[in-house]
């Protein structure tokens, strides 16, 4: 019987952090490929029809980013679930709770650590499955391990939680729950991204880990919205990953998130981070469709976004219009 498993960001392999796993006999340690694509139903199939042979393991431990986080949380539910992973995704789709799972992020901003849902592109869609027994049982929240985290990716992915808090704070779905988690984690993260002392420093980075935990709880008590619904077109379509596609499509929409995407921009600047523009030059009507045919039906982003009547605004059109600007 396998007793631990240890599911880890392959990057750590050579690195102290993949040193200091403290797996004993019967446990199992296995390094993860996050870096060719996010992660997929396919994989995590993989990974559970991996750990069955050795027998069900006790307790499932993710270390590495939001990919890993989501990863762990899936595979503890695989492995008491038949069949694949494509079949469970959605919400409350899941027969059985999983085995019990602990999270060690190594870089924050996705509050995949503390959200209900672990997201996965399959064959026909990228979506979360999405149900209570998603979290996890434990998480450890260690801001060392995120201080080596490159400049670029640190921005990505914080901004990623930065967007879920504006999101979750401007919608029909807002309550008092994730209003009073969003703005404490925007409060954190206006220090860490704009403030005298913003940058990755020791004390930013237990602010970001905490913004990112607090953000993950906000999104969870609330939604995300149109920035989200776009950017799972554009990783689905061009596999961008998340915390980029998302600084893409957020920041070309001032009409929608105002404030927010005025103070996203003095971020962009004030790291002089890269976004990438003027994209939908080179895309084919095809790819625009693509990407809208992926964004249109995730219906409570939209609902959550322009409210009870957001079918009399959003069609393919006008998110194809969206996918244009970029
Ligand atoms: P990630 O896990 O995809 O990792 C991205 C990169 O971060 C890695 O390639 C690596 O270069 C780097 N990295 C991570 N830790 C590092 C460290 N300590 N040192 C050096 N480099 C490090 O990144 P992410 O942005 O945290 O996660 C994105 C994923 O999370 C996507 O798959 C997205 O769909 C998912 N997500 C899930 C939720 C949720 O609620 N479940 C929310 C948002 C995003
Ligand atoms: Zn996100």
Not at 81 to 109: C, D, R, W
Not at 134 to 162: E, H, S
Not at 163 to 183: L, R
Not at 226 to 235: D, E, I, Q
């Amino acid at each position: 019987m396998v007793l631990l498993f240890f599911l880890v960001y392959d990057h750590f392999d050579d690195k102290p952090l993949g040193e200091r796993i403290p797996s004993e006999e019967n446990d199992m340690v296995f390094f993860v490929d996050i870096q060719t694509h996010e992660p997929t139903t396919e994989q995590v199939d993989l990974i559970r029809d991996t750990i069955l042979e050795k027998g069900m393991p006790a307790v499932i431990i993710g270390i590495g980013g939001g990919s890993l986080m989501d990863i762990a949380k899936a595979t503890s539910l695989m492995v008491c679930n038949e069949g694949s992973s494509t079949l469970y995704q959605g919400l409350n789709l899941v027969k059985n709770p999983g085995v019990y799972a602990i999270g060690v992020p190594t870089i924050s901003g996705t509050g995949a650590e503390v959200s209900m849902t672990a997201v996965l592109t399959g064959p026909e869609k990228k979506l979360g499955l999405k149900c209570d027994w998603t979290v996890l049982n434990q998480i450890v929240l260690d801001p060392d391990l995120i201080a080596n985290v490159p400049t670029n990716q640190w921005f990505y992915t914080g901004m990623d939680n930065y967007i879920h808090c504006i999101e979750s704070e401007t919608g029909d779905f807002k309550n008092a729950y994730s209003k009073a988690f969003g703005d404490q984690s925007l409060k954190l993260c206006l220090e860490v991204f704009l403030g005298p002392e913003a940058g990755q420093t020791p004390e930013n980075d237990e602010k970001l880990m905490i913004a990112s935990m607090l953000g993950g709880l906000s999104l969870t008590y609330s939604e995300v919205g149109v920035c989200h619904a776009l950017s799972y077109g554009l990783s689905y379509v061009f596999e961008t990953r998340h915390g980029l596609a998302n600084c893409i499509c957020f920041n070309h929409l001032e009409d929608v998130y105002g404030e927010g995407v005025r103070e996203f921009k003095q971020m962009v600047k004030r790291f002089k981070i890269n976004i990438p523009q003027n994209l939908a030059k080179r895309w084919t009507e095809d790819e625009i469709t693509a990407m809208a045919e992926i964004a249109l039906p995730l219906e409570h982003m939209w609902r959550h976004a322009f409210g009870p009547n957001w079918k009399d605004k959003v069609n393919l059109e006008m998110i194809k219009d969206y996918y244009r600007r970029m």
